[in-house]
């Protein structure tokens, strides 16, 4: 799934560990996020957007067909 | 986090109870295990107590990385992030759901070309297929009705 987790960090000048270590998970986490390689839970992608103060839609773009087709 | 070091602490004291009984054992096996008089005994009370240092060594190291921990909260964090981490999970859980899967269709596999050769293998081989189907049925059936 595409997030904009890698362009938040980079403009709020945070590193993979902060951000890491602020949500509560590894680095490689958060570069496999970025990376597209896991798709973050619920749990994990609202804290992601808790802690750049926005919403989970604003981080994590939705707009993949096979969610839509559901 | 104070749940989280109430978690580690129990741990490192079991651990520790399980290193005095492995210690135990080993001293009884080096005490009283080498009377034996055939080669094969040998070969197996070398091996027997080979596993049981090398189980006592990777202890240790666990042990050692608790002790860090319930010390410093910096490594307490750490330990707390690794173990919870949701990636970390989802491999181990997909890791063990794919070996054992291919576990069983080896041991089956291993079972009946055994029986070519032994049966007593053969039977043997098959007991661990039942025992692991038995564990994986009793698994799914306790998780079904966990979630």
Do not use: P
């Amino acid at each position: 799934m595409k997030s904009r987790i890698q362009e938040l960090r980079k403009k709020n000048k945070i590193s993979q560990e902060e951000l890491a270590n602020a949500v509560g998970v590894t680095r490689q986490t958060i570069t496999s996020l970025e990376n597209e390689k896991y798709v973050a839970s619920l749990v994990l992608a609202y804290k992601i957007a808790k802690y750049f103060h926005l919403t989970i839609e604003d981080v994590f773009d939705f707009s993949d067909e096979e969610i839509n087709t559901l | 986090m104070n749940e989280f070091k109430g978690v580690i602490s129990r741990r490192f004291k079991l651990l520790i109870s399980v290193v005095v009984l492995f210690v135990l054992i080993v001293l009884a096996f080096f005490l009283y295990g080498y009377e034996t008089e055939s080669n094969l005994g040998d070969f197996v009370l070398g091996m027997q107590t080979g596993i049981f240092i090398g189980t006592l060594a990777l202890i240790c190291v666990k042990i050692n990385r608790l002790r860090l921990a319930l010390r410093d909260e910096a490594a307490l964090k750490k330990l707390y992030i690794e173990e919870k981490d949701e990636r970390k999970q989802l491999i181990e859980q997909s890791t063990n759901s794919l070996s054992l899967q291919i576990i069983l269709l080896l041991t089956s596999l291993a079972a009946v070309v055994a029986g070519f050769f032994s049966v007593t293998v053969s039977i043997t081989l098959f007991a661990v297929l039942a025992v692991l189907s038995l564990v994986m049925v009793i698994a799914k059936w306790y998780y079904n009705r966990k979630y």
